[in-house]
């Protein structure tokens, strides 16, 4: 039988030293990674020098007592998106018993510093769990004053196309965002879920809707309020022509937006065009949308979303 995987990255993102002006601005990397995680081709052509890392996960999928952890270090006056190669997917549990009916929970844990000056984003593809699988994903990031950093969480519950459901799976999710000061940690966001059983059908959960997302952006603390106000109306009006329930609010460093519904396509668009809108907002080169997600369509230009 074919033990768990414990897969491991461990990654460090630096500014390279160079005489050359365009070269010094480039964030360069350093990668250690175990199996089944892996590092494809970097790109790092961006003329901001934005380090492009895709991470790919080489085996089949997820299935129960699997582990995986990633630790990044940003440090300082990097810039780095990271991002995975495919969408990830959890299949039912394994190892179920009379002792243990619900089987064994795959886990992955994120571990990011960003140190300052850095920015730091976070787009992996989405999670699509299978019925009956268990999965928890735990992320910390310490974040320095001065730095930025967004991360996307997109999760299909149940193979949908196929007329399959989450049944008796489980998908939980803990986000801590946090700061350092002279009284100790300065949590910036914090978010714990769980989605399973009745908040699956709940009118206050996903009302039967099989796509959860999420974005998060942590500003440098030097941002106003009254800036951030003033994108987050920008945010809201980029919801036109989507399908599915969607929320934007303000943090008091940030913004948080969520999506429900029954399109990964639509929560797609709609994370990328708020994405690109805080990279407008910080005067950085625009995203590339067909190098982080490899679709056939234009979220900047398309009007209509098919689920």
């Not at 999670?127 to 268990?134: K, R, S």
């Not at 149940?158 to 998908?171: N, V």
């Not at 805080?278 to 398309?302: A, C, G, H, N």
Request: hydrophobic share 35%; net charge positive.
């Amino acid at each position: 039988m074919t033990s768990q995987w414990h897969g491991t990255c461990d990654l460090r993102l630096f500014k390279k030293s160079s005489p050359d002006e365009i070269n010094s601005l480039k964030t360069i990397h350093q990668a250690k990674c175990t199996a089944p995680l892996k590092l494809m081709k970097v790109f790092n052509d961006k003329k901001d020098g934005r380090c492009e890392i895709p991470i790919l996960h080489s085996a089949g999928g997820i299935v129960g007592g699997d582990q995986l952890t990633i630790n990044i270090n940003a440090e300082k006056e990097s810039r780095a998106i990271c991002s995975s190669v495919a969408a990830q997917k959890v299949y039912g549990s394994r190892g179920r018993s009379k002792l243990n009916p619900q089987g064994s929970w795959a886990n992955q844990k994120c571990f990011f510093q960003i140190e300052r000056n850095s920015d730091f984003e976070w787009i992996p593809q989405e999670l699509i769990v299978y019925q009956g699988g268990l999965f928890e994903q735990n992320m910390t990031v310490k974040l320095d004053p001065s730095s930025s950093f967004l991360c996307v969480d997109l999760v299909r519950l149940g193979r949908t196309a196929a007329g399959e459901e989450l049944g008796s799976g489980i998908w939980r999710s803990s986000l801590e965002i946090f700061r350092e000061n002279t009284q100790g940690k300065h949590y910036e966001f914090s978010d714990r879920l769980e989605l399973s059983g009745e908040a699956l059908k709940s009118i206050h959960g996903l009302e039967q809707k099989p796509v959860f997302g999420s974005l998060t952006w942590i500003t440098p603390t030097e941002i106003k309020q009254k800036d951030l106000s003033d994108l987050l109306v920008k945010c809201r009006q980029q919801r036109n022509g989507l399908e599915g329930f969607m929320t934007c609010s303000l943090l008091k460093n940030g913004i948080s937006a969520r999506y429900t519904g029954s399109s990964t396509q639509s929560a797609r668009f709609w994370f990328y065009r708020i994405w690109s809108l805080t990279r407008v907002f910080r005067k950085l080169s625009m995203p590339e949308y067909m190098r982080i997600w490899p679709m056939q369509e234009d979220p900047s230009t398309d009007t209509k979303c098919p689920s």
